[in-house]
């Protein structure tokens, strides 16, 4: 069974970092895409950065302040924020395809966590 969690949201003041993860289960999942994604309240959900076994992706936001990662041996995925920024405040939820390949929207990913707030204070 698939499940994803993640966790190390929290409040945090703008400049500062956190980084959150995702556990998941499945070997299987190790050798597919991962990716993060967020939604503030009122907007729809949109994609941050994805990671397959050949390459990383960010959206224009994330680039220069956010890291993807993933350790396959821990079944965790990562995701290093810093310079955060007010409005990075969101929940964030980690997802997961059955594909080699990264994508950028929400439909193309299969299994997802139930996410975790970040807040980013003045």
């Known amino acids: 069974q698939v499940w994803l969690a993640e966790s190390g949201g929290g409040l945090v003041q703008a400049g500062g970092s956190l980084r959150l993860s995702c556990a998941f289960s499945g070997n299987s999942l190790s050798f597919h895409s991962m990716g993060w994604f967020r939604q503030a309240p009122g907007k729809e959900r949109e994609f941050v950065a994805a990671i397959s076994r050949t390459d990383t992706n960010l959206s224009q936001s994330a680039k220069g302040r956010f890291t993807i990662s993933r350790d396959n041996a821990k079944n965790t995925l990562y995701l290093q924020m810093n310079s955060l920024r007010l409005e990075d405040t969101a929940i964030y939820y980690c997802?997961?395809?059955?594909?080699?390949?990264?994508?950028?929207?929400?439909?193309?990913?299969?299994?997802w966590g139930q996410g975790t707030q970040v807040t980013v204070s003045s």
């Open positions: 997802a997961a395809r059955l594909s080699d390949f990264t994508a950028f929207e929400p439909g193309a990913y299969n299994y």
